[in-house]
């Protein structure tokens, strides 16, 4: 099954169900499930902005978190970068004039068990087991 890994806190606010885009540099025309797996890396800078608002306690990483659905790929103008910053701009924020792409994410859910892997950049592949998904 196709992996993204995503720095933490935004792993964890996606597999909560609070950020609904991720954002990359990189446009795909990949739609369908994929897992989340957090990284090693932690943005202490958005933990910090993130943590009074939003449930951060539990932020585990190098681990697959959860599955989700991509539904769409969609190019952050400014007219975009403005909607999602309205929508909730804790989540949102620090476009100012970055160019890239969100992918929207649905369908979420969480694992119970949480399975250590060592990530990747982009998207790539793990072999999953029958059971990953408690």
Same mark, same amino acid.
């Given at each position: 099954m196709?992996?993204?890994?995503?720095?933490?806190?935004?792993a964890?606010?996606?597999i909560?169900?609070?950020?609904?885009?991720?954002?990359?540099t990189?446009?795909?025309?990949?739609?369908?499930?994929? =897992?989340?797996?957090?990284?090693?890396?932690v943005?202490?800078? @958005?933990? %910090?902005?993130?943590? &009074? !608002?939003? +449930?951060l306690?539990?932020?585990?990483?190098?681990?697959?978190?959860?599955?989700?659905? =991509?539904?769409?790929?969609?190019?952050?103008?400014?007219?975009? @970068?403005? %909607?999602?910053?309205? &929508? !909730?701009? +804790?989540?949102?924020w620090?476009f100012?004039?970055?160019?890239?792409?969100g992918?929207? =994410?649905?369908?979420?859910?969480?694992?119970?068990?949480?399975?250590?892997? %060592?990530?990747?950049?982009?998207?790539? +592949?793990?072999?999953?087991?029958?059971?990953?998904e408690?």
């Open positions: 196709k992996v993204l890994t995503i720095k933490q806190p935004y964890s606010l996606i909560k169900g609070y950020k609904e885009y991720e954002f990359r990189w446009e795909t025309k990949y739609r369908g499930e994929f =897992l989340i797996h957090a990284g090693q890396t943005d202490r800078v @958005a933990l %910090k902005k993130l943590s &009074k !608002d939003y +449930n306690e539990d932020m585990p990483t190098g681990v697959i978190l959860g599955k989700v659905t =991509l539904t769409d790929c969609v190019k952050i103008t400014p007219e975009m @970068a403005e %909607k999602l910053e309205k &929508k !909730d701009n +804790n989540i949102y620090g100012n004039g970055w160019e890239g792409y992918f929207k =994410l649905d369908n979420i859910v969480e694992f119970k068990d949480k399975t250590n892997v %060592k990530g990747q950049l982009g998207f790539w +592949n793990y072999e999953v087991e029958k059971n990953i408690k």
